[in-house]
C-alpha cells in the first residue's frame, strides 16, 4: 500500500511538468518516455524505502548493543573482600602455634616431642601447662571462626537475593555475565569460608590429639622419676613424747 501510494504522488507530479507547456504549445506526446519515466520514479522510491528500512534495522542493532555492553548497576566485590579480610584476620590471630610450617615444627618440637626421663618435674610440668594452653587456645579460635562463618550467613543471603533479582531483569548479555560472575565470586568466598572453617577444626583436634600423645611419654617419664628413689623403709615413729613399735 505505501509502495503504491508513492506510485501514484510520483505519477501526479510527471504529470503537472506537462500540463504547463501543453498550453503553451502542442508536443507531441512520447507514451514509451512516459512510462519509461515512471517506471524510474519507482525505483528510487522503492530505494528510498530499502534506504529507509535499511537504517532503521541498523539504529535497533546499535540499541540492542547498546543494551548488551551496559554495565550492571550492583556489585557485592567490596562486601566479599571485606569478609575474607576478617576471615583472614581471624585465621592470623591463632594463639600460640599459628598456621606456619616454621612455627609449627619449632614450638611441636619444644612441646610435644621433646619429653623424656631426664626432663625435671618442673619442666615436664611447665610443659604439659603449655600443651593444655595449646589447645584451649585452638578450640577457642576455633569457635571465633565458626562465628564469623556463621555471622556471614544472612550477608550472603542478601547479596544472593539481590544478584538474583538483577540477573533477572537484566538488559543485555554484559549485566546477565556480570551477575553470574558476582555469583560465583559470592560461592567461591562461602567455599574459602568453609575451608578456613575445617582449617580451625582440624588444628584444635590436631592439638588435641598431640596433647593426648604428649601426655602418654609424659607419664611413663613421671614413672621412670618415681621409680628411681629409694624404696620406702618403715621406721618407729613418736608420738606425745612416747615410744612405740
Known amino acids: 500500500m505505501k509502495y503504491g501510494i508513492r506510485l501514484y504522488v510520483a505519477i501526479g507530479v510527471i504529470s503537472i511538468t506537462i500540463i504547463p507547456s501543453a498550453r503553451a504549445q502542442w508536443a507531441v506526446y512520447d507514451g514509451a518516455n512516459h512510462v ?29 548493543q547498546g543494551r548488551n555492553l551496559a554495565s550492571l548497576p550492583l556489585s557485592t566485590l567490596s562486601t566479599l573482600q571485606s569478609t575474607i579480610s576478617q576471615t583472614t584476620a581471624l585465621l592470623a590471630q591463632a594463639q600460640n602455634i599459628a598456621y606456619s610450617v616454621q612455627s609449627v615444627e619449632q614450638q611441636y618440637q619444644q612441646a610435644y616431642t621433646s619429653v623424656s626421663s631426664g626432663m625435671s618435674d618442673s619442666a615436664l610440668f611447665s610443659q604439659a601447662q603449655t600443651r593444655w594452653q595449646n589447645s584451649v ?32 531483569t537484566s538488559t543485555g548479555a554484559l549485566q546477565a555475565a556480570q551477575a553470574g560472575n558476582q555469583l560465583l565470586a559470592l560461592q567461591s568466598r562461602q567455599l574459602s569460608d568453609i575451608q578456613a572453617e575445617l582449617a580451625a577444626n582440624g588444628r584444635a583436634t590436631a592439638l588435641q590429639q598431640a596433647r593426648e600423645a604428649a601426655t602418654e611419654a609424659e607419664s611413663e617419664a613421671q614413672y621412670q622419676h618415681f621409680s628411681q628413689h629409694d624404696a620406702y623403709v618403715p621406721g618407729t615413729v613418736s608420738m606425745f613424747g612416747s615410744s612405740g613399735n
Open 137 to 168: 587456645g585452638g578450640f577457642e579460635d576455633a569457635l571465633k571462626l565458626q562465628a564469623r562463618v556463621v555471622g556471614n550467613i544472612p550477608t550472603d543471603s542478601s547479596a544472593m537475593t539481590q544478584l538474583v533479582s538483577v540477573s533477572q
Open 36 to 64: 519509461q519515466n515512471v517506471l524510474i520514479a519507482a525505483r528510487t522510491l522503492q530505494q528510498i524505502d530499502n534506504q529507509i528500512t535499511s537504517l532503521a534495522n541498523q539504529a535497533q542493532m546499535l540499541v540492542n
